[in-house]
């Protein structure tokens, strides 16, 4: 039950080096297996060994099935990289796998559970079986023994065509979205319905065609509309061929090399040659320069290019960024519309400058003084093109450009009383595009009770390909519900809990939390509201006080308890740290907690009290012995067990004491850490060290509470006491009454709560009150630890399994 489970990072690091040095040489995958993205090695070759097809990682936990050059030596431009089959919908890094079924159907399983991509097809008889291979072209196929294709990678490309695909009608080359996105980008490459190669930006914001020149018409780009068979190819020696009589030569025509054409995410496409012991060379583009591929800089900014330090965009005179990361996002203006305000307008002349397109006339033979009144004649005139005597008035500043390159001069309209503010922008060569954020894929699985664990894994990552052994010694709390997938399991049925851990922005929250207007509770370190996320999920949204604690610190702690998994643990969802907030996400747990229904006039059966007495248990020994990364609670309480549906417990707010870094695990400090009136141990009084036997003496007092009824805060103590006197008198009265009552069940039926009506055993509330009087006692070493209280109450209840059975 145990199984020993590599660890992700492992897998990760291992798989790494396995990009680097394949060894494998699995050529085919036969009907009714697969290839699995635990196993490293599964991996496919193609037979000259060029070729390789496996999971590529393109986030954190998150992998594609992808086909890549094997030679490593290219990577270095990230065109290492010929197919994928689910660019858009990465897989997690455990239990997905690529599977060809029985019935010939060749199936991509996201962990173990969603079909994300599939072939759709199938065996014709059951006599000719098919097979998956990689070609020695790089195209992966799924054959039959007649080595007649049912499905080949080479009909459905991503952003690359390797020599000898075809460029179909139907199958167009569209970009990445960035260089470490790899899911779809704007940019796309297809014949169009005049039966013309094109290449157009298709954004969220502006539409166009930037290739062919689109002011020249067919002819005068050298194409011909007439052939509408619509099919273009590489050959292997650098030949490039389209129907519409488009084509190129590579500068290194000829030559032995490995090619493929790329349209990059930058808009532009690029055919890439790499031969053995030599760098990585672009042997033909289709845009020398830079700026003038559409998309890249949004509406009013424009693209300007330095060879050096390559493109960047600048915002038009008077106008801001509209976003800080994205440019294609374009500025907008600081000013009010010309139309709503009657403000005086003035023009400030940009030279080398140009928009495209979104003129409303071209007049021509005008004056530079008549172009600019007519300008002015319309109010949403935002300024004007002018060269030579040609006057184009523009509405809208799309596909800006500003280069020496450029002919002619853009005059920007602009209110005349902020005129001297407004600067001609400098070309600054600043980058392009801020890093993209690396895909993080939730690692929350298949949910079953009772198999996770802890593990100390010593592991031998042994000589890979010759190359020289590592040792890796890697002791890791296991973190995963990782029960072991079934075989042949439902992979439709996709399991609604899918959870993750990631973080999340202040704003998303805001918006989850209706303005963090639904408060549920207010507890140790903060304020809690209940949200609604936006999969759909309501989850709690504790609002942590503000604390000194630096960023990366909170950050470690957070991810710390966030991967503590354990059924009777509240489920951490994830964080958001931005400034001073700090804030932690929870599942939300509809049956609310232990203390409101102890107090709450519904019964609550002696064997639901008993399971939440057990269940909690559980939950602390986990989070003090099981995990390594051991955790102290330090403010156990009937409030801090949530029950769900079934009345399973849930312990919350563990961890809490290390991620608001109180003072108080250490002796010096002066602010010790304070639990719950009613609950804390003697330790915090008597300033004697604190370990997790605090929380012992807590879970006691909770179960003296399961049993009475009686709250340790209400009820019996309303006297102005100290902390623990309160505490105390529970215990004393229980202990008391204990000892005077001579007959057991005579005592049991004083202490305990009168309101359940249901059966009861008088010896299993006997064994939670002897229990909980362990647990409180004054010397904390006379407590048990919480897995000996597990023991103790399993005792209890596995006898009375045998007797029901
Ligand atoms: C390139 O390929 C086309 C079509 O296959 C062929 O007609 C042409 O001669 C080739 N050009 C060269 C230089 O080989
Ligand atoms: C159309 O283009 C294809 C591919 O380049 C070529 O084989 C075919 O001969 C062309 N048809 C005509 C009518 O030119
Ligand atoms: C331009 O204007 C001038 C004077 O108004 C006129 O002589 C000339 O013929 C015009 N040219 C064109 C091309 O309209
Ligand atoms: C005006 O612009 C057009 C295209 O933008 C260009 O072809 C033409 O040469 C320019 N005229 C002058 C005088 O620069
Ligand atoms: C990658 O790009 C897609 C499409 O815009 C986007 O939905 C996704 O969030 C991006 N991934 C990351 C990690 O930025
Ligand atoms: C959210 O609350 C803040 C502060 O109370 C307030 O300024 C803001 O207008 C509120 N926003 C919405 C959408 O209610
Ligand atoms: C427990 O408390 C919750 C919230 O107050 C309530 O919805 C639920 O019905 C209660 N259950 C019992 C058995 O009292
Ligand atoms: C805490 O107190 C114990 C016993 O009083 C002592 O042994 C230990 O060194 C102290 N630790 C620190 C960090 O002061
Ligand atoms: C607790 O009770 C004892 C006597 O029972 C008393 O001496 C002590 O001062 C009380 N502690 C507090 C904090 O009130």
């Known amino acids: ?233 590489l050959d292997p020696y650098g030949n490039f061929t ?77 106008y801001e960024r509209e976003s800080l990361s994205d440019w294609t996002q374009g500025c907008k203006p600081k000013f009010n519309s010309f139309c709503d305000s009657n403000i005086e307008t003035e023009f400030v002349k940009l030279p080398h400058a140009d928009f495209h397109g979104y003129e409303t006339h071209l007049y021509k033979n005008c004056t530079l003084e008549e172009c600019k009144k007519r300008c002015l004649d319309m109010c949403n005139c935002l300024g004007i093109r002018y060269n030579d005597s040609d006057c184009f008035p523009k509405l809208k500043l799309l596909n800006g450009r500003h280069s020496p390159s ?35 894929l939730p690692r929350t699985y298949a949910k079953t009770n009772g198999c996770w664990a802890i593990k100390i894994l010593l592991i031998f990552a042994g000589a890979m390909a010759g190359m020289e052994a590592t040792l890796v010694l890697i002791i890791c709390c296991l973190l995963y519900r990782n029960c072991p997938e079934k075989d042949g399991a439902p992979i439709d049925g996709y399991h609604a809990g899918l959870t993750g851990f990631r973080r999340f922005t202040y704003d998303e929250l805001k918006k989850a939390t209706w303005n963090f207007s639904k408060e549920i509770g207010r507890g140790s370190g903060g304020i809690v509201f209940k ?134 695990l250490t002796n010096s400090s002066l602010s010790r850490i304070r639990g719950t009136r009613g609950y804390m141990a003697p330790e915090w009084v008597y300033n004697m060290p604190i370990t997790s036997k605090v929380d012992v003496y807590s879970y006691g007092i909770v179960l003296l509470e399961l049993v009475t009824g009686k709250s340790p805060t209400r009820g019996l103590a309303n006297t102005e006491g100290g902390d623990e006197n309160e505490s105390k008198r529970l215990t004393s009265w229980v202990r008391e009454k204990k000892r005077t009552g001579v007959p057991t069940e005579t005592w049991i039926k004083e202490i305990m709560d009168p309101r359940p009506t249901g059966e009861f055993e008088n010896r299993k509330i006997e064994a939670l009150v002897a229990v909980a009087l362990q647990c409180v006692e004054e010397g904390r070493d006379a407590r048990p630890t919480m897995s000996q209280v597990v023991e103790m109450l399993l005792h209890y209840e596995d006898e009375d399994e045998m007797i029901r059975a």
Not at 187 to 193: P, Q, S, V
Not at 552 to 569: D, P
Not at 614 to 635: F, K, M, P, Q, T
């Open 1 to 233: 039950m145990n199984a020993m489970r590599i660890p992700l990072l492992l897998l990760c690091f291992s798989l790494a080096l396995s990009f680097s040095l394949t060894s494998s040489v699995r050529l085919t995958l036969h009907e009714g297996f697969s290839l699995s993205v635990d196993k490293p090695d599964d991996i496919l070759t193609s037979k000259d060994g060029a070729f390789s097809a496996g999971f590529y990682p393109v986030g954190e936990n998150a992998y594609c099935f992808a086909i890549w050059f094997s030679k490593p030596s290219c990577s270095i431009h990230n065109c290492a990289i010929v197919w994928m089959a689910n660019r858009d919908q990465p897989v997690n890094g455990r239990s997905s796998k690529l599977s060809l079924r029985k019935d010939g159907n060749l199936l991509l399983i996201d962990a173990g559970r969603t079909v994300v991509w599939a072939t759709a097809t199938k065996s014709s008889s059951g006599l000719s079986r098919m097979s998956l291979q990689l070609l020695d072209t790089g195209n992966l196929v799924l054959r039959d023994e007649q080595h007649i294709i049912s499905w080949q990678s080479f009909d459905s490309p991503t952003n690359t065509l390797l020599p000898l695909q075809k460029l179909t009608r139907n199958a167009p080359l569209v970009s990445s979205q960035s260089k470490n996105n790899f899911s779809s980008g704007y940019y796309k490459l297809y014949f169009d319905n005049d039966n013309l190669l094109r290449l157009l930006f298709d954004g969220p914001k502006i539409t166009s065609v930037y290739w062919p020149d689109p002011w020249l018409n067919s002819w005068q780009a050298g194409r011909t509309t007439y052939n509408d068979s619509r099919v273009a190819t």
């Open 406 to 440: 450029v002919t002619g001069d853009i005059y920007f309209r602009l209110p005349k009383f902020s005129l001297s503010s407004y600067k001609i922008p400098k070309i600054a060569y600043a980058a392009l595009q801020c890093p993209g954020k690396e895909i993080v």
């Open 531 to 664: 949200a609604v996320l936006s999969d759909c999920r309501v989850a709690a949204v504790k609002w942590l006080h503000e604390t000194n604690q630096g960023e990366n610190e909170f950050l470690a702690e957070v991810s710390t308890i966030g991967n503590l998994n354990h059924i009777n643990l509240i489920d951490m969802w994830g964080y958001c740290a931005e400034g001073k907030h700090r804030l932690l996400i929870y599942e939300f747990i509809e049956h609310g907690s232990l203390a409101e229904n102890l107090s709450s006039p519904n019964e609550l059966d002696w064997s639901k009290r008993f399971k939440i007495a057990l269940g909690s248990a559980r939950g602390l020994a986990y989070i003090h012995e099981e995990c390594l990364e051991w955790v102290l609670h330090c403010d156990v309480k009937a409030q801090n067990i949530l029950l769900d549906c079934t009345y399973q417990p849930k312990v919350a707010d563990f961890g809490l004491s290390k991620i608001l870094k109180r003072e108080g």
């Open 242 to 318: 389209s129907s519409d009589d488009f084509k190129f030569l590579t500068s290194d025509y000829g030559a032995e090399a490995q090619r493929r054409l790329v349209l990059d995410h930058d808009g532009n496409v690029r055919v890439y040659s790499w031969s053995e012991g030599e760098e990585c060379t672009v042997s033909w583009q289709a845009k020398s320069e830079p700026c003038t591929i559409h998309g890249i800089c949004g509406p009013n900014s424009m693209c300007t290019y330095h060879p050096k330090d390559g493109r960047s965009c600048i915002c038009a005179p008077g």
